[in-house]
């Protein structure tokens, strides 16, 4: 075991600690027009760096690094006030759907655009009947001479609003069980038929969507693997999601003890509070074991292992933590808790904005109840759930 | 960075486990938990020795392995699994450690090699009574070199032929045995006694006051318990998912159940989070890092809070079965409460904790 870098991770890191320095000053000397401006600006200076994404091979415009200098160049870029967050849904996990299963024009066409952040990608896989039940959607595709003819709605598309194209899963077969009659394709959000309706969250905020389909036609040219065999194609993606969901959103231990120095307790700060100091340790705990287990994922991954299902905690600790984070400080701040207004509310409603998206955290690439469920049976190796309609064919399922 | 044991190391780690198989099966922890006259299996205790464990992290020179700590801490994860009923922890972990942190050349070259033989048996005797230990709450006291007081309790104090003391300005080194009496305790696969010291002679232990001299050897010994902790966790979980997947109920394994599922998996999920905080205590203590106070209080509450969730949903798993004597789950139990109080309460190292927290932002 050796947290240090070696001396070759050393030189990365300086390398890397360099050129942020330097080109973090030149982009934001650029002034940008918007957030989003900015956050595109930013990427393409990444990309033609080779920093956009390091471990992809050069030849698509990656860096052709391994798993421990991306996660170096991440550290280093954690501490710069650059915007990325708008890319990590397409980088992360539709580009490489494609790249997998594509024919070579079009990932000619498209990992170029996406990596320089001029195109942004969504993944339209959730519906109102398949949330955790991915397999149970009812968006239906029809095939009509070289085309396919899509009717249905998806629901929970992050950034869709903003987004160029998406990748998409239908049902091509209702005649077979549910896993069994699904296909993937890739299509431009903004053909015929697309409407796109922003979901106001409970946090205020509108990041998700609604996405309804109305006779809108896609060539076959745009489909991702087999006819029918799109759950093959889905669980690439759904692998690569629970690598890039996770993240508590900044209100982690540290920010807490920030607060915690600055606000008077019976006698003293709360941070002299035994009770405050218990749960804090906690917290730091829970905080230290995840990034310590996600540096045993990159060991694992660095030494060609794949990583598995275990990747899960990440997100059960990361969600849980932030909303009883979040809460604990908006306690402590007794009646003035209750105030969000970021002008206000110490560290500038941090813990307060925790509170309101933690809900939608413990739910976003998989809920706590089925992460839990993927590490009994994946990992643990426990029955699966009792499945009726397990064998049934899609259209005799009760909806 | 490499966050994982090294192939040597993994190595060792399936041979421990090997030998602890055929020496320490679970008819070895029941022969010393149903004996009240056995406080050890001193046969388990030779082979451990033979094996050269005990001095698996000691120089060459002073007779040991002279292998790392990271290895040491492989070692510990076993034992932890095994539930070996045998006074390692308190002759390696705390009086080992305690030599090599603070001892003279005298002191090292006269015991470790007793020590990596198996003929020394260690104990370190801090506490006074109930409460965390404090400048206040210690009354033993040196005159010259003579000592005297009470120290309760202290594990494998009435085994012990070396033990290390904290009296009020500092650590002291006892030859035994002293006098004692043997405790009723929460895991009897592990002894403890009141020792009493009546003007014994005694031997200075390095120069540092008392508390932060115990300090250091806790921060040391706290990683290597985590290690044994994270066994012993690892192990509550195999045995709740063996009989979850054994016991029927209603027709169909209880393993199925996701009530059942869900505990064995947030099981899984603090075992892991234990893992990686150990592993990085491992390094530190390793590696002499100035992080290694915080690592050792995170890895111990950690391991502490792992192992205590584990045991005890690994005897409700078990349902009735799991309350008997004849079951198993017990072990791990008795064994969880015996280590997550064996140098300080979790919510000590807690505080100790955010103390580092603390001096690390001021810094």
Known sequence: MDFNDTPEEAAYRTRARDWLESNVAEHKAQGHADDMAAARAWQARKAAAGYAQITWPKEWGGGGGTPIQSVIFGQEEAKHPVQYGYFTIGLGMCVPTVMAFADQATKERFVGPALRGEEIWSQLFSEPAGGSDVAAIRTRAVRDGDDWVVNGQKVWTSGAHYSDYGILLVRTNPDVPKHKGLTMFWLDLRSPGVEIRPIHQMSGGSNFNEVYFTDVRIPDAQRLGEVDAGWKVALVTLMNERLAVGGGGGAGPKEILKLAREIDAAEGTLLQEPAFRQKLADWWVQSEGLRNTRMRTITALSRGQTPGPESSIGKIIAANQLQDIGNSAVEAEDQFGIIADPALAPLKGLFQSAVMNAPGLRIAGGTDEILKNIIAERVLGL????????????KDLKA | MNFDYSDDQKMLKDEARKFLDAKCPVTVVRGVLDDDTRHYDEALWRGVAEQGWLGAAIPEQYGGLGLGHVELCALAEELGRAVAPIPFASTVYFVAEALMLLGSEAQKAKWLPKIASGEVIGAFATSEGPGPVTSTSIRTSVVGNRITGTKIPVTDGNIANLLVVLAKDGLYLVEGPVESEVLTTLDPTRSAARVTFADNDCERLGDEDGLSAMSQVFDRAAVLLAFEQLGGADRALEMAKAYALDRQAFGRPIAGYQAIKHKLADIYVKNEIARSNAYYGAWALNAGAAELPLAAATARVAASEAYWFASKENIQTHGGIGFTWEADPQLHYRRSRQLSLVAGAPSTWRERLVTQLEQRNAA
């Open chain 1, 383 to 394: 029955p699966g759930e009792i499945r009726t309609d397990k064998d049934a064919a899609f």
